[in-house]
């Protein structure tokens, strides 16, 4: 069965350390990964997405995820935290052209001053 | 640049009043979702649909139906609404064509029943 798993419901950082929020899926095909976003009262936004290509992919503000297909972990990570990455993270995995799409659920990321 | 609006942010209904949520997608996309999403449950779909006047049942479709009349609209209708469909209400869409299958999200809809 398919399901995603993301590590940590919580994650505090200071402002200017790295940010690591993990996530695993379990999966019989070859998936298609993602990152979101969602800061409040707003939708989602996609911050990367791996699709088989390169196994590191770089998002939008500075974040990238490695794709290990041996650990079946796609963790987003980011160099320095800033304020304004506060928010909430979802990891998603999608099959089959986008019809099944499984959402983790969600790393909300404090950022400390 | 893609994007799915969501015409009403935020909305109070009265019990058993029928609702109407519009999602337009300006990018030709095939598929449009709905989600809703709640404390402690995460993203639940509700309907999709793959094709203009076809709908597929989600995960939670009791109590909701939709409409696929044109290609970029897709409205869910709460029929009569109740206060456990307190929520916010997130529309998405995408395109199925080779390994592209990204789903774009609008702003939500926060939706109270009182």
Known sequence: AQSVTQLDSHVSVSEGTPVLLRCNYSSSYSPSLFWYVQHPNKGLQLLLKYTSAATLVKGINGFEAEFKK???????????????????????????????????AGTRLFVKA | DVKVTQSSRYLVKRTGEKVFLECVQDMDHENMFWYRQDPGLGLRLIYFSYDVKMKEKGDIPEGYSVSREKKERFSLILESASTNQTSMYLCASSQTLGLENTIYFGEGSWLTVV
Not at chain 1, 74 to 92: G, I, N, R
């Open chain 1, 70 to 104: 041996s650990e079946t972990s796609f963790h987003l990570t980011k160099p320095s935290a800033h304020m304004s990455d506060a928010a909430e993270y979802f990891c998603v995995v999608s099959y089959t052209g986008g019809f099944k799409t499984i959402f983790g």
